[in-house]
């Protein structure tokens, strides 16, 4: 940075200092972190640092990816609704975001009066009901018609109590009105290893942990949760062809700041992410990988926030899942 960049810097953080509103219009002046509730890799923090490049170029700042796993990414979103609303920390929001004030219970912070919604970056549904190929079913219907014949004898994997393939094996007892026992592992990918070794005979997990043991026969895979196939596994049909189209597991990653982060700065960011989400290099990185890329205005996407909690807390409720 020559003398010139270090004055007109120093000059604008002095405004900013002064005035919110000239830290708004000059926004941003330094590197924007970026928190994610998970360890480095897949998830939130792939859908992050997918457009992190090219989102450091749109707003002429680095863009830094801060990971901090823990609490069921309650760490770091607690530490964004305590940062400074000055839009220089900001939380990649997932799933867990959405079902955390059911699973968790009492929070440290409140999920929608402690954050603005920024935008939206993508959605997907990439969660798979297997079993084990030497089970007697092909479909859908013929694992209810087992579980009705055989009550309380089946058992189903997930990576873990309140994750999406937990709810979603919950969802679909619910649905089904039939009794498959849940069997919580540390991950999916030792869910998935539990039912290719038989250890447990059915599962529910993501398309991509899944797509190799498919294609290879060491797994069966009866549907997907979702609207429309997966061109990721084209032949997987989904559950509303199989009659149950409640069972969707759909979900949403954006960008939140924290409550009060100044009108201009939230749209300068939305701005900033709609532009990358246009780019044809971004669009092609997340759909290769199954994601459905969103975008819209801060609105759209606190009212997609508001609209899941609202679908989410029911089915938490009534299936009665809280985390362990």
């Given at each position: 940075m020559?003398?010139?960049?270090?004055?007109?810097r120093?000059?604008l953080?002095?405004?900013?200092s002064?005035?919110?509103?000239?830290?708004?219009q000059?926004?941003?002046?330094?590197p924007?972190?970026?928190?994610?509730?998970y360890?480095?890799?897949?998830?939130?923090?792939?859908i992050i640092?997918?457009?992190?490049?090219?989102l450091?170029?749109?707003?002429?700042q680095p863009v830094?990816?801060?990971?901090?796993?823990?609490?069921?990414?309650?760490?770091?979103t607690?530490?964004?609704?305590?940062?400074?609303?000055?839009?220089?920390?900001?939380?990649v929001?997932d799933?867990?975001f959405?079902?955390?004030?059911?699973?968790?219970?009492?929070?440290?912070?409140?999920?929608?009066?402690?954050f603005?919604?920024v935008g939206?970056i993508s959605?997907?549904?990439?969660?798979?009901a297997v079993?084990?190929p030497?089970l007697?079913?092909k479909?859908?219907?013929?694992?209810v018609?087992?579980?009705?014949a055989?009550p309380?004898?089946l058992?189903?994997a997930?990576g873990g109590?309140?994750?999406?393939?937990?709810?979603?094996?919950?969802?679909?007892?619910?649905?089904?009105?039939?009794?498959i026992t849940?069997?919580?592992y540390?991950s999916?990918?030792l869910a998935?290893?539990?039912?290719t070794s038989?250890?447990?005979?059915?599962?529910?997990?993501g398309i991509?942990a899944?797509?190799g043991?498919v294609?290879?026969?060491k797994l069966?895979?009866?549907a997907i949760?979702?609207a429309a196939?997966?061109?990721?596994?084209p032949q997987?049909?989904?559950?509303?062809?199989?009659?149950?189209p409640q069972?969707?597991?759909?979900s949403?990653r954006?960008?939140l700041?924290?409550?009060?982060?100044?009108?201009?700065?939230?749209?300068r960011m939305?701005?900033a992410?709609?532009?990358?989400?246009?780019m044809?290099?971004?669009r092609?990185?997340?759909?290769?990988?199954g994601y459905?890329v969103?975008g819209?205005s801060?609105?759209?996407?606190?009212?997609?926030i508001?609209?899941?909690m609202e679908?989410?807390?029911?089915?938490?409720?009534?299936?009665?899942?809280?985390a362990?």
């Amino acid at each position: 940075m020559n003398t010139r960049q270090q004055l007109r810097r120093a000059i604008l953080l002095a405004a900013c200092s002064a005035t919110g509103i000239a830290c708004a219009q000059n926004y941003p002046t330094q590197p924007v972190r970026m928190l994610v509730g998970y360890a480095a890799g897949g998830g939130a923090d792939g859908i992050i640092r997918a457009i992190a490049p090219e989102l450091s170029e749109a707003l002429g700042q680095p863009v830094i990816i801060d990971n901090r796993p823990g609490g069921g990414t309650v760490i770091a979103t607690q530490a964004v609704a305590n940062s400074k609303a000055d839009g220089y920390t900001m939380y990649v929001m997932d799933h867990a975001f959405i079902v955390n004030p059911v699973l968790v219970g009492k929070l440290p912070y409140d999920s929608l009066r402690d954050f603005t919604a920024v935008g939206g970056i993508s959605s997907s549904s990439t969660t798979l009901a297997v079993v084990h190929p030497s089970l007697p079913v092909k479909s859908v219907k013929d694992l209810v018609a087992l579980a009705r014949a055989n009550p309380g004898k089946l058992n189903f994997a997930s990576g873990g109590s309140g994750t999406v393939p937990h709810i979603m094996g919950e969802l679909f007892n619910a649905v089904t009105k039939i009794k498959i026992t849940h069997i919580p592992y540390k991950s999916t990918g030792l869910a998935i290893y539990a039912v290719t070794s038989g250890e447990t005979m059915v599962g529910w997990g993501g398309i991509f942990a899944a797509k190799g043991l498919v294609d290879t026969n060491k797994l069966r895979a009866l549907a997907i949760a979702a609207a429309a196939r997966s061109d990721v596994m084209p032949q997987v049909p989904t559950f509303v062809e199989a009659g149950w189209p409640q069972i969707d597991a759909t979900s949403h990653r954006g960008i939140l700041a924290p409550a009060g982060t100044p009108r201009e700065v939230v749209l300068r960011m939305n701005a900033a992410i709609n532009k990358v989400l246009l780019m044809p290099a971004v669009r092609a990185r997340m759909t290769d990988v199954g994601y459905v890329v969103t975008g819209g205005s801060p609105e759209d996407f606190g009212r997609v926030i508001k609209t899941e909690m609202e679908k989410w807390s029911k089915v938490l409720h009534d299936a009665n899942i809280k985390a362990e």
